[in-house]
């Protein structure tokens, strides 16, 4: 099963990388690990890698980069993106920069604004990213962990490049989203990517997981994941063989519009 990503064509879900690596420091003693694994979900047909240059202080682009060396390059979609220290222009342009250097690339397919900052002007750092694009080191720009305020105020301030995603934290378990953000950018014609969509696993407390698994001879993980697939882009973090092999199993059933509202209305 596939789907379309800025207008790509994807896997039905990607892999983040928070945690690979390390994650506020370097922590290089499961780096092997980590790009074996990489390269499993690649091989499985998983395409869309998430990382950013706050991840590892770095190191987690540079396993990234060593992980889809081996790979043509087209057939992936990498998606990574700036610290909120580094929005000014210039920054964020040697910030950009950087980051294609450790990913070992020369172009991102999708970057963005990891998180808002209020005292750099929105506009000075859309119109960088828009030069990025321009000068062919970007694709397409977006943002991460925007509110609707935060998101009118970055579409307006966009000039010659369309916001193309959000990425927020999105769950069974964090629905709140379904409330504003996810109805905006549905209406505004913006991707919503989900960023811990499995809970990083804690699913098994939720009986109503449970019971709609067992109709699907699935598991709560798989449903979980599938329920944020109805709304958004999900891209759940594994560094395990098995559990990568647990999310690709969710592509083998859908939930049914009454399965799912079932599951949406479950407070």
Known sequence: MTRSLCKRTVSDFGMGTWGVGGKSAPDPKEDDLHVESLRYAIDKGINVIDTAEMYASGHT??????????????????????????????????????????????????YLIHWPNQSVPIGETISAMEQLVRDGLVRSIGVSNFGVTEMQEAMDAAKTCDIAANQIEY?????????????????????????????KGNVNSYDSLRRIAAKHDATPVQV?????????????KSSSKGNIDELLGANAFDLTDAEYMQLHDKQ
């Open 61 to 110: 682009e540079e396993l990234v980069g060593k992980a889809i060396s081996i790979y043509d390059r087209e057939d992936l979609f990498i998606i990574t993106k700036v610290w909120n220290t580094h929005l000014m222009r210039d920054d964020l342009i040697k910030a950009a920069k950087h980051s294609l250097e450790r990913l070992h690339t020369s172009y991102a397919d999708l």
């Open 171 to 199: 769950s069974y378990g964090k629905r709140s989203p379904e409330n504003d953000i996810i109805p905006f950018c549905e209406k505004s014609g913006v991707e919503v990517i989900a960023y811990t969509p499995i809970m």
């Open 224 to 236: 979980a994941l599938r329920y944020v697939m109805r709304k958004s882009y999900p891209i759940p």
